[in-house]
């Protein structure tokens, strides 16, 4: 057991002694040990929004009247401001309450709107998500909140912290996926493009914390063990206590009780007060973050409900690609409303629980209608614009007759029909014992391959059908894929037989990345070994390539 030193001077290592405010005219010492209360809220998950809902009013409703009460109190508010509005829109009336406690620094507000999953969801998305997050909380009068807050993400894309640096953000704070051969606490995390960002690693998670007890005694022994566990890869402090967990209650009690347990220097914190008195970055990383090391990241999720992944792909392609490009080149007044309600359902949608599809069936049947409200007015938009049967060229050169950047009538292209079975592609099945966040095979089974036919009877219960074609024009065979799939408990997969033991090239959010083959059964961590990876639109291996309008995994 450790004994925590007293607070430390400037002149001691790791002990910078800054001055941190907590409302509008308090200044205290900062902290040897910030305790941060706050409760990490999945909107939708095993319950559906409106039940969650339900409790975020309990929760809002007893935090205010708490920060009446309580000197000293802060609340960290998951670092997404739709839990704002989800609570104003049944709390109008509180609209002044929340404002006068961010201001003060008694909550925190952003910088995302919702928690996306870096992965199932584009660059672009993620980076209207903070836009969005940090428009509205200024949009309530405060500065949102300067820290990249990514604390249940199921891993984190190479880009990164590009994103968080073009949004004025120098710092994350995440949980999952950090590689074991990162041991410091705080390490620099850089981008592809070469930024970077000092990140904080909840090596421990964001709810190690949780139900700290009040009576003096036993909240100090509580405090020790917290800072011996991380002492690690922090040595000298100072030190983060995350207190709370998913949908926790406000911790009542706990900012009278912190002075009391005596030699821990310990007090009520933010995350912006821990981040400014940071130790010093050691290590360095540059790329994703998707190791199993210290936590799982759930690579399931990646598959898993993936009709619902590609049709969120393509309401984001719709914006990105043809509608705003169109509406900008037109010199029309701009839809921004309505533009702004099509971004908004995505951005509900990139929360990690729902586009992950690791959720309850009702969760997945909300998700789909605001994909389909979405899409009614991104067509009602493209209605607007009066182009007809025109096609619009996205692209920065001409395509089947059509200028760059412009709106024409394309050439027709001869399409040619390709016999499915000459492509020399599999199907793959398996069993699964595992869940929709891990896939897992029964012990011993192996999966059994099945040459691609155009029409494939898998079982009474499967039946895949395919079709291929190829335009004259085109360097590549389109394939089309239809499964009628009433069986339980199972993977299906398509197989293209390449040589791939030099590993892959993948694209990603704003990105590529070459990723080495990875042999079965030897990947480290904490979960079953599932050597596969996430690739957004395309991956590039032993001279073949694969493309999908999309997100989509790969071994």
Excluded at 38 to 57: G, I, K, M, Q, T
Excluded at 133 to 140: K, N, S
Excluded at 474 to 484: A, M, Q, T
Aim: charged residues 25%.
């Amino acid at each position: 057991m450790m004994a925590l030193p007293a607070s430390a001077g400037p002149e001691q290592p790791g002990g910078a002694c800054s001055i941190a405010t907590v409302g509008e005219d308090s200044a205290v010492e900062s902290p040897r040990i910030h305790v941060v209360p706050h409760s990490h809220w999945d909107r939708e998950w095993y319950l559906p929004f409106a039940a969650f809902r339900r409790r975020l009013v309990d929760l809002l409703d007893s935090l205010l009247v708490a920060l009446e009460r309580e000197p000293g109190l802060s609340f960290h508010l998951d670092g997404q401001m739709a839990v704002v509005d989800d609570y104003l829109e049944l709390r109008p009336e509180k609209l002044a309450d929340l404002k006068r406690a961010a201001r003060a620094g008694l909550i925190s507000l952003g910088p995302w709107y919702t928690l996306p999953d870096e992965h199932l969801v584009s660059g672009e998305c993620l980076l209207r998500n903070l836009e969005l997050g940090q428009a509205r909380a200024r949009e309530l009068g405060v500065e949102p909140m300067a820290v990249g807050y990514l604390p249940d993400q199921f891993g984190h894309t190479a880009q990164m912290p590009q994103l968080l640096r073009r949004r004025g953000i120098d710092v994350a704070v995440l949980w999952r996926g950090v590689p074991g051969a990162v041991r410091s606490a705080v390490f620099t995390w850089e981008a592809l493009d070469g930024s970077s960002v000092d990140t904080v690693q909840l090596k421990r998670g964001y709810g190690h914390g949780r139900g700290l007890p009040l009576e003096a005694a036993a909240l100090g022994e509580r405090l020790r063990q917290e800072v011996d566990a991380d002492r690690e890869g922090n040595p000298d402090g100072p030190w983060l206590v995350m207190c709370g967990d998913d949908h926790q209650p406000v911790p009542s009690g706990l900012a009278a009780a912190l002075p009391l347990a005596a030699g821990t220097g310990a007090a009520v914190s933010t995350l912006a007060g821990y981040v400014s008195a940071r130790p010093v970055a050691r290590d360095r990383w540059r790329g994703e973050l998707r190791s199993a090391d210290h936590s799982f990241v759930l690579q399931g999720t990646l598959s898993a409900r993936f009709p619902l992944k590609l049709r969120h792909a393509a309401l984001e392609r719709r914006l990105e690609r043809y509608l705003e490009p169109a509406w900008t080149l037109s010199g029309r007044p701009w839809p921004a409303r309505e533009l702004a309600y099509c971004w908004r359902q995505l951005i509900l949608n990139s929360a990690h629980d729902s586009i992950c599809g690791c959720s309850i069936d009702q969760v997945h049947l909300e998700a789909s209608e605001r994909l389909a409200r979405g899409e009614r007015l991104a067509g009602m938009l493209r209605r607007r614009l009066g182009q007809g049967e025109l096609a619009f060229n996205p692209s920065p050169f001409e395509r089947r007759g059509v200028p760059a950047l412009s709106s024409g009538r394309a050439a027709t292209v001869p399409i040619t029909p390709v016999p499915v079975g000459r492509l020399g592609l599999e199907l793959e099945l398996i069993g699964d014992r595992g869940d929709e966040y891990t896939h897992q095979p029964p012990e011993g089974e192996r999966p059994a391959r099945f040459a691609l036919e155009q029409r494939n009877q898998l079982g009474p219960d499967l039946v895949v059908e395919a079709a291929a074609e190829q335009a004259a024009d085109e360097p590549f065979v389109r394939l089309s894929i239809g499964v009628d799939n009433r069986r339980r408990d199972h993977r299906l997969r398509l197989v293209v037989p390449v040589e791939t033991s030099a590993g892959a090239a993948a694209g990603v959010a704003f990105g590529a990345l070459e990723r080495a083959y990875r042999v079965p059964g030897t990947q480290l961590g904490k979960e079953y070994d599932l050597p596969t990876d996430p690739a957004r639109l395309w991956v590039f291996a032993g001279g073949a390539a694969v493309l999908l309008a999309g997100p989509f995994e790969y071994e």
